[in-house]
């Protein structure tokens, strides 16, 4: 009401908080399941708005002059399902998921960049857009990083967080934001060189909290250091490291604090493979290369260090 009042009496369109980062979001979502979250949230956030509107999540939103014929049930449950399909596939692949979160514009997609880069999968293809704006980022992008002697890692970019996030959009964008509920490992990436940068981790734990993902091992990454005076980077401290993705200073001594970190979830297992059971040996080649195989008459013996997650998962099958 106090939206309408005010259109009235200014002539002009007024927006909320939740109204304005709607339309930055509109602007900046590159793929169809971006753009399908985007309107599921406009349709939400506009419903108890627009007068004699009242079914909420409809299954059909026809004759509203939208491109689409789908309500906004209609293209959640679309969402979920294309976001669980992915999921489904990285979690087959037995790799360690390492995601990347943190305040809007820390950098986390100038340091997934700085990563590729590092490990010769820097390709044009391969990379993600990292400009200086808030939410550059809405899609999730995942990518494989190859570290010569280590097994490789899923490296995921994830929308920035915002102080106060509209609770709303956390909903919206839940089935985004599950993929950090996933992780191994989160790479909370910091802009120590803004003076509120220690609100933004307040932010981002609280943020992680509310999605359910604040029991996941957090290695702090503080980008742009190279801004302050007072650091001398690169230089690390427990599960702390000072750097510059951007200049791609830090970028050695992060790539071997996440390996350390990942190797702690490994375990040294011996299992036994019935030979029906083919597509578990190959699923387990995939994940474990280095895997050693022994023919025998009841199966395949495999040695290999392999996670926790995956030894529990398959743990019938030992030997």
């Not at 037995?94 to 390709?123: H, I």
């Not at 019935?274 to 474990?288: M, N, W």
Request: glycine share 6%; net charge neutral.
């Amino acid at each position: 009401m106090q939206v309408r009042n005010l259109e009235k009496a200014f002539d002009t369109e007024v927006l909320d908080k939740t109204g304005i980062i709607l339309q930055i979001f509109a602007s900046r979502a590159r793929t169809r399941e971006a753009r399908l979250q985007v309107e599921s949230a406009q349709l939400q956030y506009m419903l108890p708005r627009l007068v004699g509107m009242r079914r909420n999540l409809s299954r059909q939103g026809g004759g509203s002059g939208r491109l689409s014929n789908k309500g906004a049930g209609e293209e959640k449950l679309e969402v979920s399902r294309e976001r669980q399909t992915q999921r489904s596939s990285r979690t087959a692949s037995g790799l360690p998921l390492v995601s990347l979160v943190g305040y809007t514009n820390a950098g986390k997609s100038t340091l997934m960049n700085a990563l590729l880069d590092k490990t010769e999968q820097g390709a044009a293809d391969k990379k993600v857009p990292a400009q200086d704006m808030l939410f550059a980022t809405l899609d999730t992008s995942v990518r494989r990083i190859r570290i010569p002697g280590h097994q490789p890692f899923l490296l995921s970019d994830t929308v920035g967080f915002i102080s106060d996030l509209p609770h709303p959009l956390v909903k919206a964008f839940r089935s985004t934001l599950e993929e950090v509920r996933c992780s191994d490992l989160l790479l909370e990436v910091v802009d120590c060189s803004d003076e509120d940068y220690e609100q933004q981790i307040r932010v981002t734990g609280k943020t992680l909290e509310d999605i359910g993902a604040d029991g996941i091992p957090i290695l702090y990454v503080y980008n742009k250091a190279d801004l302050r005076e007072d650091v001398r980077i690169p230089v690390s401290h427990a599960d702390h490291i000072w750097m510059s993705a951007g200049k791609g200073v830090g970028i050695d001594l992060l790539l071997e604090r996440i390996v350390q970190i990942l190797q702690q979830r490994y375990v040294e297992k011996t299992l036994l493979i019935p030979y029906p059971e083919g597509s578990v040996l190959h699923d387990l080649k995939e994940a474990y290369p280095d895997a050693a195989e022994e023919y025998l008459p009841e199966g395949i013996q495999v040695r290999l260090r392999m996670s926790r997650k995956d030894a529990a998962r398959l743990a019938r099958f030992s030997f």
